[in-house]
């Protein structure tokens, strides 16, 4: 079993490139469902998690492929998405 506090204080590691995306801000929890459903990342350029939400990285659950002593290992293929990027799409559809 690990606690929240224990994932916020691993690193995210994307398997595909090797990049470091930084650290655990926040974990979204369906409710309804009893389950994580996505770990939130500071994005680029945010000092401390401060200054806006909207860059932040949303890694799902089905991204996840290892969570380690030290480090959580995702496999993000594509080119990760700000929730920024993403709504900013979404207006132009």
Do not use: C
């Amino acid at each position: 079993m690990v606690s929240t506090t224990d994932l916020r204080q691993k690193e995210i590691i994307n398997m595909v490139d090797g990049r470091r995306l930084g650290f655990i801000s926040d974990i979204e929890v369906n409710l309804e469902k009893g389950r994580i459903d996505a770990l939130i990342v500071p994005g680029p350029g945010k000092f401390l998690g401060f200054f806006g939400k909207d860059h932040d990285y949303y890694i799902t659950w089905n991204e996840i492929r290892k969570i380690g002593m030290d480090v959580i290992l995702v496999e993000i293929n594509d080119v990760i998405v700000t929730k920024e990027e993403q709504d900013a799409f979404q207006d132009e559809i």
